[in-house]
């Protein structure tokens, strides 16, 4: 197997390429929730996504940003957080809201890209814990 990753979803032209061509493929990245918080000094907002490496170790990325108190000043962050690689073997919706601050409970709850993702990894990797 090529050492080239392609990236893309599931059952997508991307990842019949990739399968056809001997090629490994990795997910892309999928936007879990977004969240807005006022603060004294105007408001913070973080945007979470479910990413994967190359290996295909899933983590989550945090993207943190809050303006300044003068224009065109911008503050935050980018931030990753590694999951065990099996973390999504046998997982449910349940258990990976559990990764997210309450806040983002019923917006990932209600996330239909993150559900079928949930489900078609656990109909592909299912019993490879």
């Not at 061509?21 to 892309?28: A, E, P, T």
């Not at 990413?51 to 940003?65: A, L, V």
């Not at 108190?69 to 099996?86: K, R, T, V, Y």
């Not at 983002?104 to 993150?114: A, F, K, M, R, V």
Request: charged share 35%; hydrophobic share 30%.
């Amino acid at each position: 197997m090529s050492d080239k990753v392609v990236r893309g979803v599931f059952d997508s032209p991307e990842e019949e390429y990739a399968r056809k061509n001997g090629l490994k493929f990795v997910h892309d990245k999928i936007l879990v929730a977004r969240t807005r918080s006022e603060t004294p000094g105007g408001y913070e907002g973080r945007i979470y996504y479910l990413c994967f490496k190359d290996s295909g170790q899933p983590y989550i990325r945090k993207e943190i940003f809050t303006p300044g108190i003068s224009a065109g000043n911008c503050m935050g962050g980018e931030f990753n957080e590694d999951l065990p690689m099996d973390f999504l073997v046998d997982c449910d919706m349940e258990k990976f809201t559990d990764e997210f601050p309450m806040r983002c409970y019923e917006q990932i709850l209600n996330n239909s890209d993150i559900a079928e993702f949930i489900r078609k990894w656990n109909l592909r990797y299912k019993g490879e814990k």
